[in-house]
């Protein structure tokens, strides 16, 4: 055993330091891009059953975001999609599959906030940055989770844009019905509280199960009810159905939803005549010239376009500048991007995106949005979502 | 509270005809099952599948006559060439499914032609999910939307047309049963199978009968459900397939006129859980009902104990 002489301490001090540098390269980590890999960005939506509409237009507009921009610091910047299937079994599989592959950088994602939320431990765990285009629940920013952002706005603030408009036309005999989700029942409930706070009725609270078709049991129970409104939480597929089968059953009371109906395909059309006059939440429309021209050109290229690729371009363009700030080339001629350094640039941004203009509060959520009603108008032969005039 | 709402003779008869309206369909589709169980004994678990090939053909179909303009100017018979076509590519496709899932399997072990059968419905769902590409489709709007009032009931032409069309369908199912020669065959393979072909009766023959018969009233309640529920995708057979099996069982599978009562008292539960239960556990009833008929009374409300054979 060799006694200690002070300069053995010196050398375990020197290593000591050169530890604390080495990894003080970013306390959460680096992702490191080799030499001739690309840069991957990931992508988790519902690309396939009964929401796909909004899930395939969220990848149109990330992949139009990631093919216009092409490379960061001479890297390809590639766009690898995955179906989470608006479930939280999938989403939480996806995250695991790219929180455990090298080359991505960061997620947009997931589409449902069912989803979303298991998915957002996963990627705390690992501290890869998650940017949702559309997932609203509360939850997921009041568990202090630093690496999730939404470029939407929150349930709190759409539940409440519903209730006000509500009562300011004097409808306060509601029936509320949701889809048992994390999405569509948190908002039914926030709408709730709002309606009851300032005195409104609620006349019935039930949920109805994803994927079912025959809600004619549920309606023929409120129908007796007389209720002024009918508040739905829930996504077009389930809505489009429940606003027909109102029509059918003579319920001549107003429907109301939110942005998970806020689809012209499978709303207004799968709906057909039924859904003239619903009102459906909605962000509000950009007055920025930018907003129309970028609608004209994503339209040009994908078709008519659906509920999130605004915000889906959006987060991707925040997302690749974020990376393009904090990535640095190492010596063996690896890109490296700190993990912290990309969800600080994140958390920083100051952003002019066709949605408006984008910062993050402390908790990931987007500040300073504003949620707008919008009715079902048909003029001219077309029907469309017109914003009701305050 | 919500109990009190029964006691309103407007939602009592309201939730009725409800019920009678899924009844129907799930009668319909419970058919299939039975038939085919009664002669070769196994669940077919494709049926469910069968069922949605027949409400995607008939959107199809309907959707190029509406494209074509023919629909707008002959909407009674638009429909029927819609029925027809998703009987023929049902019948087909149920024929098919016998050939070649089924008829190797006849020899073998029980499980076979069960494994064989989820497998077949599986392969069905992804060969439907790759030609939609995984969108759901939307039946064009031909059928009139209004109804009729009488006083203070209402019911939509609707369902007048689903719960008058389902008996119909039914009820000349089980006159060909009992009336007709092809029938007495039928009937004569599910008690026999050997002592039938010993009496000169085709049975290869009689059982791709009870499949094309299974599947054509699988494809009108697939029409039926496309047209009034507007939304179909690729995995729509499975959860009618599951409560039209319960039905069957329910009414005693093998048993043709049991199978239309289970349909029918499976639809009404349904309808009116929601006055005990909240809503969105209205398929639990389904099950519920399964699982107590297979514990109390498993061979169903109308079937008889069969003696085992040797």
Redesign the interface.
């Known amino acids: 055993m060799v006694r200690f002489r002070w300069f053995h301490w010196l050398v375990v001090a020197c290593i000591c330091v050169g530890a604390m540098t080495v990894s003080a390269a970013d306390e959460w980590g680096e992702i490191v891009i080799p030499d001739g890999k690309p840069i991957k960005i990931g992508l988790g939506a519902m ?4 929401y ?2 909004l899930g395939i237009d969220i990848k149109n507009a990330v992949e139009m975001a990631v093919g216009e921009k092409g490379q960061i610091m001479g890297r390809p910047l590639e766009l690898q999609a995955e179906d989470d299937q608006c479930e939280g079994a999938p989403s939480v599989a996806i995250a695991e599959k790219f929180c455990n592959d090298p080359l991505v950088a960061g997620v947009i994602g997931y589409m449902c906030s069912g989803g979303s939320i298991p998915a957002s431990d996963i990627h705390n765990k690992y501290k890869l940055v998650m940017i949702s285009p559309s997932s609203t629940s509360l939850e997921l920013t009041n568990r202090g989770i630093p690496v999730f952002f939404r470029t939407c706005w929150n349930d709190k603030i759409q539940g409440e844009a519903g209730a006000v408009y509500a009562l300011k036309r004097n409808w306060t005999q509601v029936a509320v019905l949701h889809d ?1 989700s994390a999405y569509g029942q948190g908002l039914a409930d926030e709408f709730k509280r709002h309606i009851l706070g300032s005195g409104g009725k609620i006349l019935a609270y ?4 994803r ?4 809600f ?3 309606l ?2 409120i ?2 009810l007389s209720p002024q409104l009918v508040y739905f939480g829930g996504m077009a ?1 389930e809505g ?2 429940l606003v ?1 089968q109102m ?4 319920i001549r009371a107003k429907f109301m939803s939110d942005d998970g109906c806020y689809t012209e395909k499978d709303f207004i ?2 709906a ?2 039924a859904s003239l006059g619903a009102y459906v939440t909605y962000a509000k429309t950009p007055e920025a010239e930018r907003f129309s021209s970028w609608v004209k050109r994503f339209e040009a290229k994908y078709g008519p376009r659906q509920t999130f690729s605004p915000q889906s371009y959006d987060a991707t363009n925040i997302l690749m500048a974020a990376i393009e700030r904090t990535a640095r080339r190492g010596e063996d001629g690896s890109l490296r991007i700190g993990k912290k350094a990309l969800r600080d640039a994140v958390a920083s941004t100051d952003y002019d995106g066709v949605t408006g203009r984008i910062t993050f509060d402390e908790f990931g959520d987007r500040t300073g949005s504003v949620v707008a009603v919008n009715v079902v108008t048909c003029e001219k032969g077309a029907c469309f979502f017109k914003e009701v005039e305050d | 509270m919500s109990l009190s709402l029964l006691l309103n003779p407007e939602v009592l008869v309201d939730q009725v005809i409800n019920g009678l309206t899924i009844g129907g369909i799930y009668a319909l589709i419970a058919m299939g099952y039975t038939l085919v169980y009664g002669i070769l004994f196994m669940i077919n678990f494709a049926h469910g599948e069968i069922f949605m090939f027949g409400s995607f053909t008939g959107f199809f179909v309907l959707s190029a006559l509406v494209r074509s303009g023919f629909a707008e100017r002959y909407v009674v018979l638009s429909i029927l060439i819609t029925f027809l076509g998703a009987m023929a590519v049902s019948s087909m496709l149920g024929v098919l499914l016998e050939r070649v899932a089924y008829r190797p399997l006849r020899k073998a072990p029980r499980l076979a032609p069960l494994i064989s059968a989820i497998g077949a419905s599986i392969f069905l769902q992804n060969v439907m999910m790759l030609i939609v590409k995984a969108r759901m489709q939307i039946y064009p709007d031909v059928f009139p939307e209004d109804f009729i009032e009488m006083g203070r009931f209402s019911i939509s032409y609707f369902q007048i047309f689903i719960i008058l069309g389902s008996v119909v369908m039914m009820v000349g199912l089980v006159l060909f049963i009992r009336k007709t020669k092809t029938g007495k065959a039928m009937r004569a393979v599910a008690e026999d199978k050997d002592a039938a072909a010993l009496m000169g009766v085709n049975v290869n023959r009689i059982i791709v009968v009870t499949f094309v018969l299974g599947s054509c009233l699988a494809a009108v309640a697939g029409v039926m459900v496309g047209l009034y529920y507007t939304q179909i995708n690729h995995m729509m057979g499975f959860m009618p397939g599951i409560k039209a099996f319960t039905a069957a069982v329910l009414g005693g599978i093998g048993n043709v006129a049991g199978c239309m009562f289970g349909g029918y008292i499976l639809g009404v539960s349904e309808a009116f859980s929601v006055f005990f239960l909240p809503s969105q556990y209205k398929d639990v009833i389904a099950f519920s009902l399964l699982v107590l008929i297979l514990i109390f009374r498993p061979h169903g409300i109308f079937g008889e104990v069969v003696a085992e054979r040797t």
């Open positions: 690309l396939s059953g009964g796909a509409t048992k039930e949920g109805l199960t994927g079912d078709k025959d004619t049991p549920v023929t129970k129908k007796p597929a489009a159905l027909r029509r059918r059953a003579g059309q799968g057909g005549k």
